[in-house]
């Protein structure tokens, strides 16, 4: 039951909606239906740089990775994040390593890029209400939510640096989690069976140790010389998702929405979606977008139009091209192994290669 218990909770999040606000949802709908084709190319571009932004923020922290392969891996493991109700990241992120490995990444490049995707958007996702919401503060004309979220933000930036700064600095931390490591990896040797011979072989052979120094060496080599690369791609992935909010207000015909006012409730919303145990943070993402456009002056008809259109491009379209890019991931090792791609397997070995997708 606990693996269903995000989905089901989303489903009557949104179930509750639609018996409490059904006259607004057929307004919607009627709105929806009458939305001129030629605006569709509009939003689905959006989502394409979407995309490729966060195509790009992978390549950033993943020396040797292209922008193809980046596609794949991100989508794919979006897809398993955003569909798999429990344990979705980790399966996500099981993907990304399995991917990575096959195109022949060293496991420092693999590791140090799992965390860096990790921890580095979190300043981001922090920083952006901080500069967003940070006039009206000075303006006086910031409300207690807002106050909230800024003094937060302030708080975490200011903690993650410095934990950051110490833990790159010192070894202490790393020394530490190894040890840990160590310990788990002695539990695990007493406490698997002899069967599983290759598990067991692979078990023995790590050095959890040597790996969390190892670990910290590559994350500042990657600090270092690709910094300002993680910055702007991480800032371009911002930009691309506030286009898509901005696309899907446009294309819904919601009036009343400035431009600084979309940015709070997209900065508000970001934070929101950080702070949910529910994957994708369905549901309840949508439910706060709503509020959030509400509080902006926008009309109830026009917040919710604009959130569906703007949750269907963020959301579902990652699960839908997540999907079909496994499946041609998978189509395309399959191949290789029995031989129907030929002349292609230094394609899987080499790191800036991308995956044959023809047969």
Same mark, same amino acid.
């Given at each position: 039951?606990? +693996? ?14 639609s018996v409490l606000q059904r006259d607004v949802l057929? !307004? ?17 571009? @959006? ?26 891996? !991100? ?35 693999? @590791? ?29 004309? @910031? ?19 410095? &934990? ?9 931390? &790393? +020394? ?30 790590? !050095? ?17 010389? +690709? ?9 371009? $992935?911002?930009? @691309? ?10 294309? &819904?015909?919601?009036?009343?929405? $400035? ?56 959301? &579902? ?26 002349n292609n397997d230094s394609q899987f070995q080499d ?9």
């Amino acid at each position: 039951m606990r +693996r269903f218990l995000p989905s089901v909770v989303a489903l009557v999040i949104v179930a509750t909606f639609s018996v409490l606000q059904r006259d607004v949802l057929g !307004d919607i709908v009627n709105r929806l239906t009458h939305i001129h084709p030629a605006g569709l190319p509009i939003l689905f571009g @959006a989502a394409v740089v979407m995309v490729v932004a966060r195509a790009a923020f992978l390549a950033s922290t993943s020396p040797g990775l292209s922008i193809t392969n980046a596609v794949t891996a !991100d989508q794919t493991a979006l897809a398993a994040g955003y569909g798999i109700a429990l344990g979705g990241g980790l399966v996500g992120t099981g993907m990304r390593i399995h991917m990575f490995t096959r195109w022949g990444l060293p496991n420092h490049v693999t @590791a140090s890029s799992i965390v860096a995707t990790a921890v580095f958007p979190s300043f981001t996702t922090w920083g952006l209400p901080i500069f967003v919401l940070a006039p009206l503060l000075f303006a006086g004309t @910031a409300d207690a939510v807002h106050t909230t979220v800024f003094i937060a933000g302030v708080a975490l930036v200011l903690v993650s640096v410095v &934990f950051w700064w110490i833990a790159l600095q010192s070894e202490w931390m &790393f +020394r530490h989690l190894g040890q840990i490591a160590h310990w788990i990896k002695r539990l695990a040797l007493r406490r698997l069976p002899r069967r599983l011979t290759r598990v067991r072989k692979f078990v023995e052979r790590s !050095d959890p140790l040597e790996f969390s120094y190892q670990l910290r060496t590559n994350l500042r080599i990657l600090l270092r010389h +690709r910094w300002h690369l993680m910055l702007l791609s991480s800032l371009g $992935t911002l930009c @691309a998702a506030f286009l898509c909010l901005l696309s899907s207000a446009w294309l &819904f015909g919601a009036k009343g929405l $400035t431009l600084h006012e979309a940015l709070v409730a997209f900065s508000l919303v970001r934070v929101l979606i950080a702070l949910s145990p529910i994957p994708g943070a369905a549901g309840i993402a949508e439910l706060g977008l709503i509020a959030l456009l509400e509080r902006s002056g926008v009309s109830v008809v026009d917040a919710t139009g604009t959130t569906l259109l703007y949750r269907s491009v963020t959301w &579902f379209f990652p699960i839908v091209a997540g999907t079909v890019l496994w499946w041609r991931y998978s189509r395309s090792l399959k191949g290789a192994e029995n031989g129907s791609i030929r002349n292609n397997d230094s394609q899987f070995q080499d790191p800036r290669g991308s995956i044959p997708l023809h047969g």
